[in-house]
């Protein structure tokens, strides 16, 4: 049984980075993206889930990012994240992100809804005070979620998203925490 629940997990997911593929080449697009790099500047906050203690998420994320294709943006976010977490003390994370953004439908108006998958480093202050993230101070950061893009202006755009994140010692196996975050910002 485990064998069938394995094999059909493999056959979603490739079922759906080939949708992912097909669309991102024949989907109209519109807008003005243009050449060049986007400044932007995001706060986010949320709590954490699953397994995670009782934690709140703050986090103020810098980024640039370039137009790779119509449909796909390349961002390098900042992470300042503060995280306080009841009955083990305050965490603190300073890092950076790689993130990709898939924008599969791009409207006249220049809304546009996305995705957005990325990872990266963040050094934390934790040093085995909160036990799911170990005991190194560089945490490995893993992140997903969706929003929309609205133009609010002459190449200024807003930014609303739900992002999930995990964070856990990348040389040491331990569980990590999640959290949700829900995220506004701007771009120009």
Aim: proline residues 5%; aromatic residues 14%.
């Amino acid at each position: 049984m485990r064998r069938v629940h394995k094999l059909l997990g493999q056959a979603s997911l490739r079922f759906i980075l080939f949708a992912f593929l097909i669309m991102g080449f024949s989907c109209p697009t519109y807008g003005a993206d243009g050449d060049g790099p986007h400044w932007g500047f995001s706060a986010a906050g949320g709590w954490g889930i699953g397994d995670a203690p009782s934690l709140y998420a703050f986090s103020a994320l810098p980024s640039v990012g370039w137009q790779m294709h119509p449909l796909w943006d390349f961002e390098l976010e900042g992470n300042i994240s503060y995280y306080p977490v009841k009955r083990s003390g305050n965490i603190y994370a300073l890092g950076a992100n790689v993130n990709v953004l898939f924008k599969p439908f791009q409207f006249k108006n220049g809304i546009s809804p996305f995705t957005i998958v990325g990872g990266g480093l963040a050094y934390n202050n934790g040093n085995g005070r909160l036990n799911l993230i170990g005991d190194s101070h560089l945490g490995g950061v893993l992140q997903a979620g969706g929003g929309i893009l609205f133009p609010v202006g002459s190449n200024w755009r807003m930014r609303l998203e739900c992002r999930v994140l995990h964070i856990s010692d990348p040389f040491q196996y331990h569980d990590g925490f999640e959290t949700i975050s829900f995220l506004l910002g701007i771009s120009y």
